[in-house]
């Protein structure tokens, strides 16, 4: 069964896009209208390029990941070939651009960078296709060892309610 996630928009692009437009509407109003159709067309080619060329949706299903995009073409990832999942990999350059990412790293260290607005929810459908990919994203650990903490918990509550039923059928 396929799983479909959308993409988390990236805060600095929303911002940035916002500021452009707000500045093309200023250029317009007080400059002449050469600058501002220069202005204007750059502003289309970056909208084009980080709404366009930009990953929208990821589904997985089949042991492989798509990548779809709105102009280009879909990127497929065979999660068979993953070895590890992770947090992002603190980069200076991406400390504010990527705050939401999970990494994928390939069994050649070919590296995909997701940005899912359910994390937890991506991590877990990526480990339900390979069991063996090493996982050390935070979100999802940190919430399956509460699971695991809680079902042994129950396990032992379990085993000692039975001990001590055995014990007053034997008495």
Same mark, same amino acid.
């Given at each position: 069964?396929?799983?479909?996630?959308?993409?988390?928009?990236?805060?600095?692009?929303?911002?940035?896009?916002?500021?452009?437009?707000?500045?093309?509407?200023?250029?317009?109003?007080?400059?002449?209208?050469?600058?501002?159709?220069?202005?204007?067309?750059?502003?289309?080619?970056?909208?084009?390029?980080?709404?366009?060329?930009?990953?929208?949706?990821?589904?997985?299903?089949?042991?492989?990941?798509?990548?779809?995009?709105?102009?280009?073409?879909?990127?497929?990832?065979?999660?068979?070939?993953?070895?590890?999942?992770?947090?992002?990999?603190?980069?200076?350059?991406?400390?504010?651009?990527?705050?939401?990412?999970?990494?994928?790293?390939?069994? &050649?260290?070919?590296?995909?960078?997701?940005?899912?607005? #359910? $994390?937890? /929810?991506?991590?877990? *459908?990526?480990? %339900?296709?390979?069991?063996?990919?090493?996982?050390?994203?935070?979100?999802? &650990?940190?919430?399956?060892?509460?699971?695991?903490?809680? #079902? $042994?918990? /129950?396990?032992?509550? *379990?085993?000692? %309610?039975?001990?001590?039923?055995?014990?007053?059928?034997?008495?």
């Amino acid at each position: 069964m396929e799983k479909e996630f959308k993409v988390r928009m990236n805060v600095a692009t929303i911002i940035f896009l916002c500021a452009y437009a707000l500045y093309t509407i200023y250029v317009a109003v007080t400059k002449d209208m050469n600058t501002f159709i220069t202005i204007a067309i750059f502003g289309v080619l970056c909208c084009i390029f980080f709404l366009g060329f930009r990953p929208y949706k990821y589904i997985i299903g089949k042991k492989s990941l798509s990548i779809h995009y709105r102009l280009w073409r879909k990127r497929q990832v065979d999660l068979m070939e993953c070895e590890t999942i992770c947090d992002p990999v603190s980069r200076w350059a991406d400390i504010a651009t990527r705050p939401h990412a999970i990494e994928i790293y390939t069994n &050649t260290k070919k590296r995909y960078c997701c940005f899912p607005k #359910q $994390r937890v /929810e991506f991590v877990a *459908a990526v480990m %339900k296709e390979n069991k063996r990919i090493h996982c050390t994203v935070k979100a999802y &650990t940190d919430v399956h060892r509460q699971l695991e903490k809680q #079902q $042994r918990k /129950e396990k032992r509550k *379990a085993e000692k %309610k039975a001990a001590r039923e055995k014990q007053k059928e034997s008495d």
